[in-house]
């Protein structure tokens, strides 16, 4: 079984952002960057897969040469080979993430495509869908139980408020959810292996659909409000719940 893992690096949610003096970027100063959590969960699972009926896995990224570090995570859990799509810049979009991705697997012609199910950067939870589409697979996304049998796979994913069940044939797309599996720590003997496998590098080519034209910080936060008059206050909560924090 040939498994391809898509990978990426983000920002350290520990890490307070700052917004760059482009106004298009964040300033990375003094920012560490980690493999993107939700992968850990994709690779994951493609490693179980792997040990369970054999085969190898590939772990392809997208970026400069700072990505070979999500990469390198991947070979310390499991994978195999690496392949980074190397850009001069991160300046693209999805599509144009999609686009290199799906041309480089359909070289590779894998039996399972797995991604996490989103970034924890910009969020978008598009890239998955995308690839599958331009691939011509089916994409099955949100996955909290993968099980497959011969050509055929049966997944469970969340929905609100309880969960689905999918089936679908093989070769076919996953997107990762917390709660798939539990992503192994790395023991010394896997982080020594890693270092001898290898990482090939291809062009990117941006083809991006949109233009990023600023970012901006969300506005910060007011002061909190204590009500004391016990249920009386209700209403006034729930006004405030819904038109300030917006949470209902």
């Known amino acids: 079984m040939k498994i391809v893992v898509c990978v990426s690096l983000v920002p350290d949610s520990t890490t307070k952002v700052k ?5 298009k970027s964040i300033d990375e100063t003094g920012v560490s960057f980690i493999i993107n959590p939700y992968d850990e969960f994709a690779v994951e699972e493609a490693v179980q897969l792997k040990e369970k009926s054999g085969g190898e896995v590939i772990a392809v990224s997208v970026g400069t ?6 990469i390198k995570k991947a070979f310390q859990m499991g994978a195999d080979k690496g392949i980074l799509l190397k850009s001069g810049d991160a300046d693209f979009d999805s599509f144009s993430v999609a686009k290199n991705l799906a041309e480089t697997i359909k070289e590779l012609n894998p039996d399972v495509i797995l991604f996490g199910k989103q970034s924890i950067d910009f969020d978008g939870s598009v890239v998955a869908s995308m690839t599958a589409e331009l691939l011509g697979l089916p994409c099955v996304n949100v996955v909290t139980k993968l099980e497959l049998s011969g050509n055929e796979a049966i997944a469970e994913r969340e929905i609100e408020g309880g969960k689905e069940v999918v089936k679908t044939s093989l070769p076919a797309v996953f997107g990762a959810q917390k ?7 790395p023991n ?5 292996a890693s270092k001898s496998k290898p990482i090939e590098e291809k062009p990117f080519e941006a083809k991006s659909m949109t233009e990023l034209t600023g970012m901006s910080l969300p506005d910060s936060k007011g002061s909190g409000k204590i009500f004391t ?7 006034e909560l729930v006004r405030l719940l819904r038109e300030e924090a917006k949470v209902i």
């Open 19 to 23: 917004i760059g003096a482009s106004g």
């Open 179 to 185: 709660g798939l599996n539990n992503p192994r720590y």
């Open 188 to 192: 010394l003997k896997s982080i020594m």
């Open 229 to 235: 008059d016990g249920v009386q206050n209700v209403p």
């Open 65 to 70: 040469d700072r990505s070979k570090e999500a």
